[in-house]
T-cell receptor, first 115, second 115 residues
Framework: GAGVSQSPSNKVTEKGKDVELRCDPI?????LYWYRQSLGQGLEFLIY????????KSGLPSDRFSAERTGGSVSTLTIQRTQQEDSAVYLC?????????????FGPGTRLLVL | GDSVTQMEGPVTLSEEAFLTINCTYTATGYPSLFWYVQYPGEGLQLLLKATKADDKGSNKGFEATYRKETTSFHLEKGSVQVSDSAVYFC??????????????FGQGTILTVHP
């Protein structure tokens, strides 16, 4: 079946611009997670959704970062007024339910470069 | 908060050599433990997991045992192949509280296997 998909696969933007990153989870998965992979910080958690609610936003680095999920499916991560330190690979994952027992399935990522 | 520590890399081995990648964790309660693998040019894939103490996860010849007494989840393979060359990530997922469901990753270990 179809896995987690993300778009765009690559994004180059200028400092100060806003960007939107999209994630389509596996059909039927109620939990959706965003992570960031960068050279300096490794893989770090950003936010997760159970349905359309975000019980844990603790990993969002600043108020320039926001995310939403609609219809219990697609999620969008928005970065406003991008900075060079936002350059990273943004990964989305989904699981059948939230919780530590569940396996998270990852998408291919969006590689963001802020010039 | 939760943390995961992997052995320093990179690791370079000859084909058919024995592999160990060490992983230790700190967590509140009893997390689930995972090994994810990232092959060149591909996304993160689950390699194996264990959800309670003394459980052994296994897949593709790789094994790891959840050791609560030593808070460890070391990855082993008896005979590596060139195709095992990849980056390996150890991760924990909390069973409850603020770490519920979200993955905390180690820094990753680059494995290169030569013919």
């Amino acid at each position: 079946g179809a896995g987690v998909s993300q778009s765009p696969s690559n994004k180059v933007t200028e400092k100060g611009k806003d960007v939107e990153l999209r994630c389509d989870p596996i059909s039927g998965h109620t939990a959706l997670y965003w992570y960031r992979q960068s050279l300096g910080q490794g893989l770090e958690f950003l936010i997760y959704f159970q349905g359309n609610s975000a019980p844990d936003k603790s990993g969002l680095p600043s108020d320039r970062f926001s995310a939403e999920r609609t219809g219990g499916s697609v999620s969008t991560l928005t970065i406003q007024r991008t900075q060079q330190e936002d350059s990273a690979v943004y990964l989305c994952a989904s699981s059948f339910n939230a919780g530590g027992l569940e396996t998270q399935y990852f998408g291919p990522g969006t590689r963001l470069l802020v010039l | 908060g939760d943390s995961v520590t992997q052995m320093e890399g990179p690791v370079t081995l000859s084909e058919e050599a024995f592999l160990t990648i060490n992983c230790t964790y700190t967590a509140t309660g009893y997390p689930s433990l995972f090994w994810y693998v990232q092959y060149p040019g591909e996304g993160l894939q689950l390699l194996l997991k264990a959800t309670k103490a003394d459980d052994k996860g296994s897949n593709k010849g790789f094994e790891a045992t959840y050791r609560k007494e030593t808070t460890s989840f070391h990855l082993e393979k008896g005979s590596v192949q060139v195709s095992d060359s990849a980056v390996y990530f150890c991760a924990s997922a909390g069973a409850g509280g603020t770490s519920y469901g979200k993955l905390t990753f180690g820094q990753g270990t680059i494995l290169t296997v030569h013919p």
